[in-house]
């Protein structure tokens, strides 16, 4: 009988989302006329059309396939350069930041790459993560490897925790102990949070004196609104000899169906072998991604391409200002009903404390019965998530405004 990888039975009883979406079908099934009024402002998955540019460019993809001289194969593992090409001019190059398309290595979704990115690190790495944190940061952790068994709080050995909360502006103090990898996430999801550059550089003079690599998830990043905040941590000086960073398509151009995103990795970023030995970083994701990846669709990454044309930008502009109006609604009515509200101001998610007493699933279940709206648990998203709930601003305008009517109406 085969051996199987016992570090997966160390995980929690069930993923986030896939609990939040039993305790749902329950609601449904025991519920059918509620259920007709449901609305889902959980899992933070877009909802509007796909921008007209990225539909014009993929049917123009898809006419290139049924032509046997323009038809593609299998295509460069790391991405098509037309697509590098363009995230490195538009996205870094065009705001200042120095990254090369050869950095560039195009995947299909930033989930995917904050877990794979483990497959180049061995084990014994001392790796911190904020709390409350995005689960998936976590259990790949787990799966891999890199940790212990979860205490009565979720929390596993051989993570450093990184508590975040109002105090803190839910950006974590730098630590006082060492530590080789660590996550973070700015905008921030769950909490909305954002980071000011100057505690982006606290962190990479952090990285820089310890050796630290930090795995810099800017998913969100488009959401930002306020000039001051950095879109990149490419932005902050040192930071190529310190970090990754995550980008994805999913949220700006509504790519969470299509799945298309980047890693950046610095070619002079380096971490080392057990004898210490320097080992550049950027030759071992190029040879993980070729291994065990075949590349993007090429009628995806066509799609891809067209968000940096100026009808893209125009439409990206035009998604982001919706999802964004429908996230300043919520935080408004969540202030009315008497609740502490962060983030919704620079990120489409609004992380609202729970009323005294009731605990993050309590809240959970009394907004599925009582108001038929389905939002996140902030206890999902660790220990100091409890006392918290999530509300993602990606829905139509009207779902929104009969989400915040509800709000108001809850006792």
């Given at each position: ?123 014994g790495n001392k790796i911190a993560i904020t709390d409350p944190v995005y689960p998936v940061y976590v259990d790949t952790n787990v799966m891999i490897g890199n940790t212990g068994d979860a205490d009565e709080n979720g929390a596993y050995a051989g993570l450093t925790y990184l508590k975040c909360g109002p105090e803190n502006g ?65 932005e902050i000086p040192g930071a190529r000899d310190c970090a990754i960073e995550f980008r994805s398509f999913s949220k700006n151009g509504g790519f969470t169906g299509m799945r298309c995103a980047f890693v950046v990795i610095p070619k002079g970023l380096m971490g080392k072998t057990a004898d210490g030995t320097k080992q550049a ?131």
């Open positions: 009988m085969a051996l199987i990888n016992e570090n997966f039975l160390k995980l929690k009883a069930g993923y986030l989302f896939p609990e939040i979406a039993r305790r749902v079908k329950a609601f449904v099934d025991g519920n059918p006329e509620a259920a007709k009024r449901l609305i889902r402002c959980g899992i933070g998955d877009v909802t509007e059309a796909l921008p007209e540019a990225v539909r014009y460019a993929m049917h123009e993809a898809i006419d290139e396939m049924g032509d046997r001289k323009t038809f593609k194969g299998y295509g460069p593992e790391q991405g098509y350069d037309f697509l590098r090409n363009a995230i490195a001019d538009h996205d870094f190059k065009a705001k200042g930041v120095n990254v090369d398309a050869d950095e560039i290595f195009i995947s299909d979704g930033s989930k995917c790459d904050t877990g794979n990115i483990l497959d180049i690190f061995g084990r839910f950006v974590p103090a730098i630590p006082s102990e060492r530590v080789d990898l660590v996550y973070l996430c700015y905008p921030n999801n769950p909490t909305g949070a954002v980071a000011t550059r100057a505690q982006l550089e606290a962190w990479v003079q952090y990285a820089l004196k310890n050796d630290t690599i930090i795995l810099y998830d800017a998913a969100y990043e488009a959401f930002i609104r306020d000039p001051e905040i950095p879109h990149s941590i490419f970083i950027h030759p071992l994701w190029s040879r993980r991604h070729s291994t065990k990846f075949n590349g993007a669709s090429y009628i995806i990454q066509k799609g891809a391409e067209a968000l940096y044309t100026d009808e893209g930008k125009s439409q990206v502009k035009a998604l982001i200002e919706h999802y964004m109006g429908n996230a300043a609604l919520l935080v408004q009515a969540c202030k009315d009903a008497g609740l502490a509200v962060y983030g919704g101001v620079n990120a489409p998610y609004v992380w609202v404390g729970c009323p005294a007493g009731v605990t993050s699933w309590q809240m959970f279940d009394k907004m599925l019965n009582e108001a038929n709206v389905v939002i996140t648990p902030g206890s999902g998203f660790g220990s100091a998530g409890e006392g918290y709930f999530r509300i993602s601003a990606f829905n139509s305008r009207a779902n929104v405004e009969e989400v915040c009517t509800r709000i108001k109406a809850l006792k």
